[in-house]
């Protein structure tokens, strides 16, 4: 599976951004798809994930201002920002879980910036 991560870039505080993941290869076992942040020098962590039946689930900081949603026809998730604060800022990524048998599979996008000027 291959995960190619489009939409980032620089907005002011309160603006509004839309990130775009693309999935090919192997998609028919894709489970959940979701999005992480890392910002320098801080761990990688968890934004919104959602999975194949539509289920989501948000970083309490992002709550309210964030939304994830996915095409399951075009094999793409997409996470609209707005609001946007610069404690947002990081690299995003792109993550993908294949459940083969009982075991979970992991597959990262490149990442694409983000950076949020006060």
């Known amino acids: 599976i291959q995960l190619k991560e489009s939409g980032g870039g620089l907005v002011q505080a309160g603006g509004s951004l839309r990130l775009s993941c693309a999935a090919s290869g192997s998609i028919f076992s894709i489970n959940a798809m979701g999005w992480y942040r890392q910002a320098p020098g801080k761990q990688r962590e968890l934004v919104a994930t959602i999975t194949s039946g539509g289920d989501t689930n948000y970083a309490d900081s992002v709550k309210g201002r964030f939304t994830i949603s996915r095409d399951n026809a075009k094999n793409t998730v997409y996470l609209q920002m707005n609001s946007l604060k610069p404690e947002d800022t990081a690299v995003y990524y792109c993550?993908?879980?294949?459940?083969?048998?009982?075991?979970?599979?992991?597959?990262w996008g490149q990442g694409t910036q983000v950076t949020v000027s006060s």
């Open positions: 993550n993908a879980e294949v459940i083969i048998g009982t075991i979970a599979y992991e597959y």
